[in-house]
């Protein structure tokens, strides 16, 4: 939360929210936020099993261009290796 207060309902769950508050949102359940007050939020979504993935790329055996197809499939790409974003 940057700013203002939501209550967060997962089910039967309920959680009041106010600036600097985080929640993860459990799989599975259908979530709603409610806004209590004006509201800055910031909210970050992961694909679907984005954690297996996420596994299997740190077990280190996946060749680079194994490695890139399954990124790409979720919409992930990587910077070309050395790139470092710095003017040359």
């Known amino acids: ?12 769950e309920r959680l009041r929210l106010e600036r600097g508050g985080t929640a993860p949102l459990p799989r599975g359940v259908a979530c709603r936020i409610d806004v209590l007050t004006d509201a800055h939020v910031v909210c970050f979504a992961l694909p679907a099993a984005l954690e297996d993935l ?3 790329l740190a077990t280190g055996t996946l060749v680079r261009d194994d490695a890139l197809a399954l990124l ?3 919409g992930i790409s990587l910077l070309p290796d050395g790139w470092s974003g710095r003017p040359r």
């Not at 939360?1 to 039967?12: P, T, Y």
């Open 72 to 74: 790409s499939t979720v």
């Open 1 to 12: 939360m940057l700013a203002g207060a939501v209550e967060v309902v997962c089910g039967a």
């Open 54 to 56: 996420a596994a299997e």
